[in-house]
């Protein structure tokens, strides 16, 4: 049992370039979130699936685009990276309400945008 | 002013000390608290989580709830250089914020000194 997997660790981009990141749970959880870390603002989330074939904006979607592949996968893509994407990238999943209580996180992906 | 205010630190501690982390809130609609632990470079990890107001311990860490401050708190007795780590503490009005709505303090970086 993995939990929730992230690929890849690290990244350096330039910009204008385009990468997707990767995300896998095996824990069976229905909810899945994509969150960017930056020194002093803490956790924002960026998109999230509450369920398989779902999307929702978070606060701070723009430039980034979302897929939830399965039930499993929920991918996170940059069309044109850009300098202020330069963070630290979470993906999270959850369970429904009333099965678990937190939000389970992955190991993250370290994003350079040159 | 921001949902979630938590000051950043740095909090240095001698070895055994009682650590103290708080974070204040606005949003009155909050029911649920979490305290998470974030290890350098790794994704952030449940520590404690409660409901509403009032107490909860386990082992050495204490979370306390102040609805009516709007104020939460988690203490850390006889403190131990591996409890080194940023705590994030976060909220949300429903259970594990599946609705995309589990707001994040910045995080406050403690280091237990031996």
């Known amino acids: 049992n993995a939990g929730v997997t992230q690929t890849p660790k690290f990244q350096v981009l330039k910009t204008g370039q385009s990468m997707t990141l990767q995300c896998a749970q095996d824990m069976n959880h229905n909810s899945m979130y994509w969150y960017r870390q930056d020194p002093g603002m803490g956790l924002r989330l960026i998109y999230y699936?509450?369920?398989?074939?779902?999307?929702d904006k978070g606060e701070v979607p723009n430039g980034y685009n979302v897929s939830r592949l399965n039930k499993r996968e929920f991918s996170l893509r940059l069309e044109s990276a850009a300098p202020s994407q330069t963070s630290v990238y979470f993906c999270?999943?959850?369970?429904?309400?009333?099965?678990?209580?937190?939000?389970?996180f992955g190991p993250g992906t370290r994003l350079t945008v040159l | 002013q921001k949902e979630v205010e938590q000051d950043p630190g740095p909090l240095s501690v001698p070895e055994g000390a009682i650590v103290s982390l708080n974070c204040t809130y606005s949003n009155s609609a909050f029911q649920y608290f979490m305290w998470y632990r974030q290890y350098s470079r790794k994704g952030p990890e449940l520590l404690m989580y409660t409901y509403s107001s009032g107490n909860k311990e386990d082992g050495r860490f204490t979370a306390q709830v102040d609805k009516s401050s709007k104020y939460i708190s988690l203490f850390i007795r006889d403190s131990q250089p591996s409890d080194s780590a940023t705590y994030l503490c976060a909220m949300s009005p429903n259970y594990g914020g599946s609705q995309g709505n589990l707001i994040f303090g910045k995080g406050t970086k403690l280091s237990v000194k031996p």
């Open positions: 999270a999943s959850s369970a429904p309400p009333g099965i678990t209580d937190t939000q389970y």
């Open positions: 699936s509450a369920s398989e074939g779902t999307t």
